[in-house]
């Protein structure tokens, strides 16, 4: 997804948000801010985004967000378990209403054969629905594995959360 690409999806999923009157906060981990950044590249983001967490280091995660040490030693900082507890302690910290976390293996090494490199976890956390955590392994160096996982987590947030 290019960058006016991004823009236009982020600029379609405030609408959504200024339309349903809420907020939408994040926790980011592999994509260092860059859905934050998306989503305040547009103009009146105010309206529906006050503040996210850039939660690099697991310390960040727990300091930050509320992410239990028993998580991060048990299942890695890359887990569905982790994920859920970013995107549930950020909605709480940053009093939204929905919240989008990310925590994944970007590259170019740090992969597994149980996490290679591209797998990215994120979490979804509403105020009014059953957090969601999914897992996604995309291709492609270190900026198109953060990139599609910036597009992917705002459309996620959109169709499963936003357009409903």
């Given at each position: 997804?290019?960058?006016n690409?991004?823009?236009?999806?982020s600029?379609?999923?405030?609408?959504?948000?200024?339309?349903?009157?809420?907020?939408?906060?994040?926790?980011?981990?592999?994509?260092?801010?860059?859905?934050?950044?998306?989503?305040?590249?547009v103009?009146g983001?105010?309206?529906?985004?006050?503040?996210?967490?850039?939660?690099y280091?697991?310390?960040?995660k727990?300091?930050?967000?509320?992410?239990?040490?028993?998580?991060?030693?048990?299942?890695g900082?890359?887990?569905?378990?982790?994920?859920?507890?970013?995107?549930?302690?950020?909605?709480?910290?940053?009093?939204?209403q929905?919240?989008?976390?990310?925590?994944?293996?970007?590259?170019?090494?740090?992969?597994?054969?149980?996490?290679?490199?591209?797998?990215?976890?994120?979490?979804?956390?509403?105020?009014?629905?059953e957090?969601?955590?999914?897992?996604?392994?995309f291709?492609?160096?270190?900026?198109?594995?953060?990139?599609?996982?910036?597009?992917?987590?705002?459309?996620t947030?959109?169709?499963?959360?936003?357009?409903?």
């Amino acid at each position: 997804m290019t960058d006016n690409e991004l823009i236009q999806l982020s600029t379609e999923v405030g609408g959504y948000l200024k339309r349903l009157n809420a907020t939408v906060t994040t926790a980011e981990s592999c994509t260092g801010g860059w859905i934050a950044k998306i989503l305040t590249d547009v103009a009146g983001s105010s309206q529906w985004f006050e503040r996210g967490f850039v939660t690099y280091s697991n310390d960040a995660k727990q300091e930050l967000v509320g992410v239990s040490v028993d998580s991060l030693t048990g299942y890695g900082a890359v887990s569905e378990q982790v994920v859920r507890e970013m995107a549930e302690g950020a909605r709480e910290k940053a009093c939204a209403q929905f919240a989008i976390s990310v925590s994944g293996i970007a590259g170019p090494d740090g992969g597994s054969a149980e996490k290679p490199v591209g797998t990215v976890w994120f979490g979804f956390a509403s105020a009014t629905a059953e957090t969601l955590a999914q897992r996604k392994v995309f291709s492609g160096d270190r900026e198109a594995v953060r990139r599609q996982a910036t597009a992917w987590a705002l459309l996620t947030l959109r169709d499963h959360f936003l357009k409903n």
